[in-house]
């Protein structure tokens, strides 16, 4: 038989022919492992099929979800923490704290130094280096958190506070210590000339009732007087440093510039007192009542005013840094310019805009 009779008789009969064999077989890729159909009729030289045809891919089954699509079974993201910690090593002690504190002082130095317009050098441990003495470093912390500190007895070590403090310009803490140790140096120098307990009664015995008490800049440093009346007194510029009044009657009383600090006069009536310039740092006013009084630019920091009645009292420009107001009422007192920064319990104070 001749292979020329059985070529198809005309190219649409090859088609017709494919067509057919792609529904019927199963294998589709041997159709296409020859690219065209050789005609033994020279008229008929292209080939009658297209090129191969490349079988698509399929498209993925998989139910794996893109990894940037958010699963809604997973718990969501937690917050990044807005309070950047700092790591410091000053002269080989470790401090961590936090951004927020190293920048309370605006003028100092540490607030420069983490500004972000200088660059820091951490080193392999990623501790920031500061080449000074690091042993009194966390008085300035926490002079920085809570502007106030502790009583620092020994004068070594205000001193070489005081350096540090001036070294990092907060200017604050020095004059701080600087007013502590003044105060502790008065009462060194002055011990030997302030009144007894004895001697003070008898003087106060000695004061016709219906005249008023003039004891103005008289030592009265630690002295006990609790329960003592002596309203409407004049104690201007008295040294009443760690003296117990405790619930002692001195209302109207007169303390312009006197210095009571450490003093105890937890429930003292002090209602209607003059306090204008006093040093009254660490003071005791537990359940005090100041109702109405002067305390314009007197120095409260640290004061434990738990409980206080301040309700109308005048403390414009006064330093409250460090206070304790927890339940302290402050109704209508006058707060214009004082320093509250660093005070305690504020939600608890009545009358305190917060």
Known sequence: MSLHNNLPSSPLQVISETRRDLIGSPDLSRLFDSTSLSMSDESISTPLLSPPLSTPPLPSLSTTPPLSAPSSSLEPPIPPISEKQIRIDVGGYKFSTTLTTLTADPDSMLAAMFSGRFPTIKN?????????????????????????????EHQIERESLLLEAKYYHISSLADFVMNLDATLEDKTNNRASQFSVKEFLKLVNTVPSRRKLQLASANLTGLSLDGISLPAANLKFCKLDQASLQYSTLSESM?????????DLQHADLQLCQFMKCR???????NANLSNANLMGADLTG??????????????????????????????????????????????AKGLKR
């Open 124 to 152: 392999p441990e990623g501790y920031i280096f500061i080449d000074r003495d690091g042993q009194y470093f966390h008085h300035i912390l926490n002079w920085l958190r809570n502007g106030t500190l502790p009583p620092i």
């Open 255 to 263: 303390f312009q510039g006197a210095s009571l600090n450490y003093a």
């Open 280 to 286: 009254m740092q660490y003071a005791k006013l537990n």
């Open 303 to 348: 004061c434990d005013l738990q409980g206080a009645n301040l309700q109308g009292a005048n403390l414009q420009d006064a330093i409250l840094q460090g206070a304790n107001v927890q339940y302290t009422n402050l109704l209508n007192a006058k707060l214009q310019g004082a320093s509250l920064h660093g005070i305690t319990n504020v939600h608890h």
